[in-house]
Nanobody
Framework: QVQLVESGGGLVQAGGSLRLSCAAS????????MAWFRQAPGKEREFVAS????????YHADSVKGRFTISRDNAKNTVYLQMNSLKPEDTAVYYC????????????WGQGTQVTVSS
């Protein structure tokens, strides 16, 4: 049973920083890609960033490029999202997701962590 547990969310002023963590368990973490998504009130869930199994390839949405950085530590079974220069529009619940065994979709999700950016 794959489990993903996010932490690190909170309230921060605009321009501030937060680092989200997602601890994974239940299978070999280093075999699979990971990603972060977010969902703001009244909006659909949107992609934020992804990272391949080794950490050698990352992809960030245009809305966060240059401000957010995804990374992973396979020895700790953890993926991170470093968020700098936060804006009020970054306010959302942030979800960690893990690639499914088929490698074509993100099949496993965490419970989410709230990030609120005040202006």
């Amino acid at each position: 049973q794959v489990q993903l547990v996010e932490s690190g969310g909170g309230l921060v002023q605009a321009g501030g920083s937060l680092r989200l963590s997602c601890a994974a368990s239940g299978r070999t973490f280093s075999n699979y890609a990971m990603a972060w998504f977010r969902q703001a009130p009244g909006k659909e869930r949107e992609f934020v960033a992804s990272i391949n199994w080794s950490g050698s390839n990352t992809y960030h949405a245009d809305s966060v490029k240059g401000r957010f950085t995804i990374s992973r530590d396979n020895a700790k079974n953890t993926v991170y999202l470093q968020m700098n220069s936060l804006k009020p529009e970054d306010t959302a619940v942030y979800y960690c997701a893990a690639e499914g065994n088929g490698g074509k979709s993100y099949d496993y999700w965490g419970q989410g962590t709230q990030v609120t950016v005040s202006s």
